[in-house]
């Protein structure tokens, strides 16, 4: 394709939101070059003609930092910087009509599943025989690897199912192409991501088989570390534990935004599952997988969220210790169940609820880390930075959870390699320790 001057087109990715995003922008990419068409992710050259912006359209926030990084791309574009840009993703999706009557300078908006369709602007075929050798835009040891597309979840906060639609499971075997061609080029860390990862194979395979999915990546030669993150909740496959507990290559974590603690809440968010049950569940897990890391995530001032029920969520997670948690103050999302409810609450007084839920983990949080000081622990090394190898155990994702720091000065690990570490000092949300042979 050819754009105006006669200039080759180099085109660039922009993703923002979630590990989702990121590798629909990884196979965008792959896609791209492998068509003959010179494109990057995230370049840092300014010499690109062609800008692919990848929005997230899930809280306000996210909207915010999508509509302010098209808007600074349309400057450039004014300026003579760059002459075309497209946008895809959740962002596009949910307001097509009118980001298009807004920003006209937009050569063209795309939705969340219409790669083909983006090709077509670079007059590019869509390769299947791609499928599987996606280029990874993370380290080269670890990956994300989407296990399926979409949510049929009523969740009555979340606007996922609008912008993203219905669950769509991927074939087992294509899972395990992607793994089996990631392990031969390094990847240690297989990250499994969806909506919700529970509802695996009931469209395809007419059950959950989210445990045989594990299996299979299990047995793949060169994967270390299998990691699964959002679980939902209600009606969790428990024949997952078992596997779990079974196959070493799994990493004993779970992460499973369980939103709230107050039966009340859960109901209006349409959660299908009560504080007993839940609780029920969390036991389950930490009983049959000894010494998981359990992660979740709670929304503040949802509607209906009086002292009442924040009173039953603190004390739900002073209870429960989680090992890794997150708090969002509830957005008023157009679109959803919840919208349909009067959004009350101030916004001071989510953000003063949000800092105490996150002020009593990150007590909990300094508690489990310095129980840890004496322990030797597997360690996967991401980075070097700041005077520290910088890595995670198995209780750790990427960018969210505690990280291993080892000091550079008179050690050394190659970034992308596991070393045994002895934990000698911790903080809130790291630890810090030495390697040992």
């Not at 754009?3 to 660039?12: D, I, L, M």
């Not at 965008?28 to 992710?41: K, S, V, W």
């Not at 609820?353 to 004496?374: P, V």
């Amino acid at each position: 394709m050819k754009v105006k001057g006669n200039k080759t087109t180099k085109v660039n990715i922009v993703t923002l939101g979630c590990s989702k995003n990121l590798v629909d922008s990884e196979n965008l990419l792959t896609q791209l070059r492998g068509n003959g068409i010179e494109a990057e992710h995230e370049s840092k050259k300014d010499n690109s003609n062609v800008v692919i912006i990848n929005t997230c359209g899930f809280i306000d926030n996210a909207k915010q930092e999508s509509i302010d990084t098209i808007l600074r791309y349309v400057d450039a574009k004014e300026n003579g910087l760059i002459d075309k840009i497209y946008v895809s993703g959740c962002l596009s999706q949910r307001y097509k009509d009118d980001l298009e009557r807004e920003m006209p300078q937009v050569d063209a908006f795309f939705g969340s599943n219409e790669l083909p369709a983006i090709l077509k602007k670079f007059k590019a075929d869509y390769k299947h025989e791609l499928i599987g050798e996606r280029l990874l835009t993370t380290p080269s040891h670890y990956a994300y690897v989407k296990i399926a597309e979409g949510c049929d979840r009523p969740c009555s906060f979340c606007a996922i199912p609008v912008m993203r639609g219905v669950h769509v499971s991927t074939p087992m075997e294509d899972l395990v192409k992607q793994a089996k061609n990631m392990a031969a080029k390094g990847t240690k860390e297989l990250i499994l991501i969806a909506q919700d990862l529970t509802y695996y194979g009931l469209d395809i395979y007419k059950k959950r088989n989210l445990s045989d999915l594990l299996k299979n990546l299990s047995d793949v030669e060169g994967i270390d570390w299998i990691r699964l993150q959002y679980a939902y909740p209600s009606g969790f496959p428990l024949d997952v534990l078992d596997v779990m507990a079974e196959r070493s290559n799994i990493c004993k974590y779970i992460d499973m935004p369980l939103q709230h603690g107050s039966t009340e809440m859960l109901k209006l968010m349409r959660r299908g599952i009560d504080r007993p049950k839940t609780e029920d569940l969390i036991k389950t897990i930490r009983d049959k997988v000894p010494g998981i890391a359990f992660r979740t995530t709670m929304i503040i001032g949802h509607p209906g969220e009086t002292e009442k029920e924040f009173d039953e969520l603190r004390s739900f997670v002073e209870e429960q210790r989680f090992d890794r948690l997150g708090a969002f103050t509830y957005s008023h999302e157009e679109h959803t169940h919840s919208y349909s409810m009067e959004d009350t609450i101030p916004q001071e007084v989510k953000e003063e609820r949000q800092a105490e839920i996150m002020a009593i983990q990150e007590g909990i949080s300094a508690e489990l880390n310095e129980a840890k000081i004496g322990n030797t622990y597997k360690v996967l090394f991401d980075r070097k930075e700041g005077g520290y190898f910088i890595g995670r155990t198995e209780h750790d994702s990427p960018e969210v959870d505690n990280e291993v720091m080892v000091s550079a000065k008179d050690q050394y690990v190659r970034v992308g390699d596991f070393a045994n570490v002895k934990i000698n000092d911790a903080a809130e949300f790291d630890l810090f320790g030495e390697i040992v042979k």
